[in-house]
Each structure stands twice: as structure tokens, then as C-alpha cells.
């Protein structure tokens, strides 16, 4: 199994910043994309930010020249830097994974792990 660990939500005001972090643990045989997830009150849960195993970047149209997504390979580890943000930034956010794990019969297959959420909320 692959467990994944928010850390770095909070409540910040409107234009500030803040930086998740999403480390994961367990039997990690390899982990592919890593991303970021949001879902505000009463809204579905969208794609924020996707970071692949080889750096390569995708970001919601909403949040383009604000986030910043990156990943330390080495420490199985994804980050969300956020700048200028605004109450509509306000969600809890969730990390995603795609990985294999190691189970007692080998590698097992490509699964998307989620990691419990960490609240951000953007208000003066």
C-alpha cells in the first residue's frame, strides 16, 4: 500500500501564499503522476495542478501564473506552491498519486492513491 500525507494548508489572506506538501510512504515499488486536486463547499472535486515523473507541467486555466507544482523524486514528495490568493482559492485540498506498490505477490498494478486533505482557506 501507498500512503500519501498533506501537510502546509491553512487560512491566509487575500493575496498571500502558501506552500503544500504531499509526501508518500509505504511499499512504493514507482510512482508516475503526482498531482493536486481542490473541492470547495457544494462544488465537485477538480484538477488543480499534474506534475509527471519526468517534470513535465499541466494547471487548471484557474490557476496558471499563481501555482507552481514540483516534485522531489528522491523523497517521493510533491509540492503546491500558491501565490496571490483569492477566496475563490478556498478548498480543501487533496494529493493524488499514481503508483505501483509492492505486494506480497510483486508489483502490483497503477493505482490513483489520495491522500485525506488539508484545508486552505483565503479570507481577510
Known amino acids: 500500500q501507498v500512503q500519501l500525507v498533506e501537510s502546509g494548508g491553512g487560512l491566509v489572506q487575500p493575496g498571500g501564499s502558501l506552500r503544500l506538501s504531499c509526501a508518500a510512504s509505504g511499499s512504493i515499488f514507482s510512482i508516475n503522476d503526482m498531482g493536486w486536486f481542490r473541492q470547495a463547499p457544494g462544488k465537485q472535486r477538480e484538477l488543480v495542478a499534474v506534475i509527471t515523473s519526468s517534470a513535465s507541467t499541466t494547471y487548471a486555466d484557474s490557476v496558471k501564473g499563481r501555482f507552481t507544482i514540483s516534485r522531489d523524486n528522491g523523497k517521493n514528495t510533491v509540492y503546491l506552491r500558491m501565490a496571490s490568493l483569492t477566496p475563490e482559492d478556498t478548498a480543501v485540498y487533496y494529493c493524488?498519486?499514481?503508483?505501483?506498490?509492492?505486494?506480497?505477490?510483486?508489483?502490483?498494478?497503477?493505482?490513483?492513491?489520495w491522500g485525506q486533505g488539508t484545508q486552505v482557506t483565503v479570507s481577510s
Open positions: 493524488n498519486a499514481q503508483a505501483e506498490a509492492l505486494t506480497s505477490r510483486g508489483v502490483g498494478p497503477l493505482y490513483d492513491y
